[in-house]
């Protein structure tokens, strides 16, 4: 949850109920899902930075095209 609430800030509920809405997960257990999986999405995003030598700020312009991409693929902004 921690890392969940660093991430997600405020936005946390609000992504935890538009993913319940689109995948017709219970609230609750979408929260349980994010909570199991944001450790390794960490992860997986650091063993990335690391193996591609990515600087903080090449980091986030990666993370900035996922979210674009996302975005478009969902029609959300």
Known sequence: DAI???LLGGKKDRVQDS???SSG???NQVGSLLSMLAP???GAVGKQQKSQGLSPTDLAGMLRQENQS???KT???
């Open 70 to 72: 996302i975005a478009n």
């Open 4 to 6: 969940l609430g660093h």
């Open 40 to 42: 390794l999405v960490m």
């Open 19 to 21: 993913i319940s809405k």
């Open 75 to 77: 029609g959300g902004s």
């Open 25 to 27: 997960i219970e609230s």
